[in-house]
């Protein structure tokens, strides 16, 4: 997590079974009961959100994803090297 200064709240309302369950497992990773469920919903809302099909940008963003997109890729230079050699398959037989 950053280390920016906290600013923003979040209450939740739970049950005492939710609660015990919450500060036990905090305790065992010596967390505070905050700490353990901020880790926890962040770690999971950022997995919820890679795991978006469709994301939704203005038209300069769009631009530029097609831009980069139509680009051709860079080839590192072994890459280049190991490509500009015949394969196996093109080889004379021997």
Do not use: I
């Not at 920016?4 to 005492?16: D, H, Q, V």
């Not at 500060?23 to 890679?50: F, K, M, Q, T, W």
């Not at 890729?73 to 093109?90: D, G, R, S």
Request: aromatic share 4%.
């Amino acid at each position: 997590m950053s280390m920016t200064s906290k600013t923003e709240r979040l209450n939740l309302r739970l049950t005492c079974a939710q609660d015990a369950v919450l500060r036990s497992a905090a305790n065992a990773r010596g967390e505070s009961a905050s700490e353990y469920v901020l880790r926890h919903a962040v770690e999971a809302a950022e997995a919820d959100l890679a795991d978006r099909r469709v994301f939704v940008v203005d038209d300069a963003a769009w631009q530029e994803l097609q831009a980069l997109m139509s680009a051709p890729a860079p080839l590192p230079l072994p890459m280049a090297k190991l490509l500009a050699n015949p394969t196996v398959l093109e080889r004379p037989a021997t």
